[in-house]
């Protein structure tokens, strides 16, 4: 089984959709993965925010029960992929964790921008773009 893990700064919105959503589109091709995610400075327990429960349920995907979590050096040795929203947030892992850099990227090509404190639109284009990195590492882990 491979873990993916995926890396926001509070793990509230963009990692906990990428989690739903990966999970959700791996169960549906009946690929052998599964995802987690985590913030580099989550607030502990902390529920995902209104608009990304609200963004992801359209796709079917359910954060009702998500509580935010902190990256640890734990999460980071048991996950065989790392993917987060940012270079910057690679940067930081691959500094704190230097042995395992070579399974840390972000996510795709730009930062996904965050939609803290924006609006259900904002929350869905979010949402749609990582819906299209899901797909793009689910159809990698598939040709693997």
Same mark, same amino acid.
């Given at each position: 089984?491979?873990?993916? !893990? ?9 990692? /906990?959709?990428?989690? =739903? ?9 009946? !690929?052998?993965?599964? @995802? +987690?995610?985590?913030?580099? =400075? $989550? /607030? ?10 609200? @963004?992801? @349920?359209? !796709? ?14 734990? #999460?980071? *040795?048991? %996950?065989?992929?790392?993917?987060? *929203?940012? %270079?910057?947030?690679?940067? $930081?892992?691959?500094?704190? +964790? ?7 990227? %972000?996510?795709? #090509?730009?930062?996904? /921008?965050? /939609?803290?404190?924006? #609006?259900?639109?904002?929350?869905? $284009?979010?949402?749609? %773009?990582?819906? =299209? $990195? =899901?797909?793009?590492? @689910? ?6």
């Amino acid at each position: 089984m491979k873990r993916i !893990l995926f890396v926001c700064t509070g793990n509230t919105c963009r990692s /906990p959709m990428a989690e =739903a959503i990966f999970n959700k589109i791996a169960r549906e091709r009946g !690929l052998a993965a599964e @995802a +987690f995610s985590r913030g580099i =400075a $989550a /607030p502990v327990g902390e529920g995902a925010s209104g608009n990304a429960i609200e @963004a992801a @349920a359209e !796709l079917g995907c359910d954060l009702t029960a998500h509580a935010a979590r902190q990256l640890t050096r734990e #999460d980071v *040795m048991k %996950a065989d992929l790392i993917y987060t *929203m940012s %270079a910057a947030h690679a940067e $930081a892992i691959k500094r704190a +964790f230097p042995a395992e850099a070579e399974k840390v990227g %972000a996510i795709s #090509d730009g930062p996904v /921008p965050d /939609p803290f404190g924006g #609006d259900i639109d904002e929350y869905r $284009a979010c949402r749609d %773009a990582l819906a =299209a $990195a =899901a797909e793009k590492i @689910a159809d990698g882990l598939e040709n693997a």
